[in-house]
């Protein structure tokens, strides 16, 4: 009988093909849960490569090193689950080891996003405070899934006996391939702005929310872009960079799903309407932001972002507690998630004040502070 590989050449073999496959299935499902995912791998390539990769068009690189760092971690984890603890894991059924996903993908992705990236050993708070929690647990899991293809991979190829847990892992592989097609079909349509139908009891609130956000985010792109050139301080050019990235792509998602859901063209809003937004800022406090002397930005842009972004927190608050579309509530999350933790970037939240702020921020009602 072929002797079966050692546990650790088995274990980086599934490392590779688990965060391969993570990697894969988080680009193709991103702008269906409200994410632009070359935004996300700009931010993951921040947390080594600091804030000068990050800026207002996320470029081949930022992409390139933020998947790479990603698929290291992933590789990693596998390592540490069939390597470090192979002694104790190597062994388990496939079955096992697809019903410990759940709890090891909370396990690690917790510990990211508590620990590793903004305190030891990255001290790096902006994934953290601009990234909720449960889109690096989805991330994660989609890793730890792959894991009962271990039983497998733990023989040569073509010369894995025909037992039980091999035929197991043999067709999980199977559906995990289905569904990686699955989704990227959906994920090709919306971008031909051809979504699933709108599931929503609110369609209104809907409506409604995604045409003041947009018209919130233009304004507040447009203000980032004037930090992005002329703020003083590093940190914020960076972070307004990010901004200008997070919010336009958000609007290009907010536009596909608009011509997917609804027959008419978005409507614009109306004087009205943008005088009654939360954090929409008036002409004049535009044009103090675009006057403001060299000495003066910083503090003049950091209190006026700080405006609109409450406004816009409230905004998405107010959705993320409707009864609208599930996957409008999401993004709602995590717009109001991002936008209260650049607001803490903004003031220089770092360490475990970061890490208290953006646990906060998860769960906040925001509209009971109105």
Known sequence: MTPAKSRWLAAAQLGLVSSTFSTLLSQVTASQLGRDALVDWMTVAAIPARDGIISSDPTAAAIAA???FHQWADFSWALVFFGLLGRWTARLAPVVLAALALPWAFLTSATEWFVLVPLFPFWQPIFT?????????????????????????????????STTAVRFARYWAAGAAVAFVASSALGTAQALSVSLPLVSASPDQDRR???HMVAHHDQGVELARLAVTRAHAPHLRALAALMVASQSGENRIFASWWDGWFDDPMPICSSEELAAMPGYL???????????????????????????HAGAV???DAEWRSSGD????LMAHAIRHEQQGEVALMNRAQGIEAVRQATRN?????????
């Open 66 to 68: 933020g998947i790479a």
């Open 129 to 161: 405070l601009q990234q909720p929690y449960w889109i690096g647990f989805l991330v994660h899991l989609s890793s730890a899934a792959i894991y009962p293809l271990f039983a497998w991979l733990r023989w040569p190829i073509g010369r894995a006996p």
């Open 209 to 211: 929310y995604i045409r």
């Open 282 to 308: 008036t002409a004049d406090q535009i044009e103090e932001a675009r006057n403001a002397p060299d000495a003066a930005f910083d503090a003049v842009f950091v209190r006026l972002m700080s405006r609109h």
């Open 314 to 316: 409230l905004m998405a």
């Open 326 to 329: 599930p996957r409008l509530r």
């Open 362 to 370: 998860m769960f906040a009602n925001n509209l009971g502070t109105r």
